[in-house]
């Protein structure tokens, strides 16, 4: 008995870290408040991999499958978004990495005025797709087999990040609302997890940061006219906290400045907006995460400010070979 259970129960535990590490992450924070997620950036096995499925209902003065999140005062939108991707981790230079693709899905309606004239339209289809590649460059090395991920507690980890959209989305020159933006668009940022007390499962506390600064390209046919938009600064906070071993939450903090647009050299009015919001995640079993998710705006009184609520649903599930290839060993 004893002897099947010495190594029975790291095992077992490294594979709840793996799939739960996954689970937090990957869901999708390039649209819908272009919020990243809490817990998004903790490390985990090299040569994991991820498949998430989040499902968001958005509404708003602003088209929520754009990044550059473009008032339109007195505008009314509604959206529903569904974000599939994959994500794999893996080592490089002896330092924890991670690349993903993220595809938006989903439909948008409502009013948008454009150079005097109101559009009421629909936009439905496939979005741009996202790339992202993140490597870590200060705390602990790649975790490459079980020990190291039972030793690893991140400490304070800093990460380099790039995004880059591809304009491949569905777009319709003929009208300003759309999924796809028929544009190039990126972000650079420094992801940060502070670890705040113990590493232990049910006790963990993090708080997390993300500076980062989004550019756009032109799109040189909106509604047959250029649009340009200003970089756009970003910063994302998150307190998180374990409740139980499979059950935690988070508060959300995310703040808009910059990006203003212009059509034909008429410039609009520059971010400067606060959002917040409330994140709990469980565990549901060793590859499959459960996160329920709200986030609003909360400086937005005056006609030209932001105004965004989400409320977000999400379902990952996360495995590694070698943490399987223990469980098939185990049941035989």
Known sequence: MNNDAGPTKPVAWARWMVATIFATGLLGGTQALAQVPARFYWKSLSDGNAVPLIINSISGNTNPFDPALTVTPGANFD??????????????????????????????????????????????????????????????????????????????????LADLALPIGEYDSSQPLNIGQNRWYGRVGMPVVWQLGDWVPGRRTTLEFLPAVWIFGNNTDYVGQTLKTDPMFQLDAHLTRDFTEHF????????????????????????????????????????????????????????????????????VYGWHPLIEGSRRLKSE
């Open 79 to 160: 959206a529903t978004m569904a974000i599939m991707g994959y994500a794999h981790t893996f080592s490089l230079f002896d330092r924890s990495a991670m690349a993903a693709i993220l595809v938006p899905m989903g439909r948008v309606s409502g009013e948008v005025t454009v150079a005097g004239r109101t559009f009421a339209q629909t936009s439905s289809g496939f979005g741009d797709p996202m790339l992202e590649f993140n490597l870590n460059i200060l705390g602990p090395k790649a975790q490459k087999n079980i020990p190291d991920a039972l030793r690893y507690e991140p400490g304070l980890s800093v990460d380099l």
């Open 248 to 315: 935690w939450g988070a508060l959300d903090m995310v703040w808009y400045s910059g990006g203003k647009a212009t059509i034909n050299g008429v410039a609009g009015e520059k971010l400067n907006n606060l959002g917040v919001g409330l994140t709990l995640g469980y565990q549901v079993n060793g590859n499959l995460g459960l996160t329920f998710g709200y986030k609003s705006t909360i400086n937005d009184n005056g006609p030209g400010d932001l105004k965004m609520d989400v409320f977000q649903i999400s379902l």
